[in-house]
């Protein structure tokens, strides 16, 4: 599984990003896809997953009401819309794919590359 992260970049706080992740190399209904980031100097975290089938989702305590996972199985695509963005949220994004339906599990099995999101004060 291949996975392409984008959409990363500035932005002030307040605003709004949306992040994109193209699966490929599998098919796309294999696998749960989550969301993940790792502010500097920081471990890396869970941010959102969204199962197989697109009817279970999870976010983090720090996600809720402000960043929507889903997943267009059309476009073999994850998205992350993230809004009212604040300082802390900056970090590296990483999107992953994993087999099990363990939607809040750290390990997944394959990983994207990671974009930046920074959120200017």
């Known amino acids: 599984v291949q996975l392409q992260a984008s959409g990363g970049g500035l932005v002030q706080t307040g605003g709004s990003l949306t992040l994109s992740c193209a699966a490929s190399g599998r098919p796309f209904s294999e696998y749960c896809m989550g969301w993940f980031r790792q502010p500097p100097g920081k471990e890396r975290e869970f941010v959102a997953a969204v199962s197989k089938s697109g009817k279970t989702i999870y976010y983090a305590d720090s996600a809720k009401g402000r960043f929507t996972i889903t997943r267009d199985s059309a476009k073999n695509t994850v998205y992350l819309q993230m809004n009212n963005l604040k300082p802390e949220d900056t970090a590296v994004y990483y999107c992953?794919?994993?087999?099990?339906?363990?939607?809040?599990?750290?390990?997944?099995?394959?990983w994207g590359q990671g974009t930046l999101v920074t959120v200017s004060s």
């Open positions: 992953a794919a994993d087999y099990s339906d363990y939607l809040t599990k750290l390990q997944y099995d394959y």
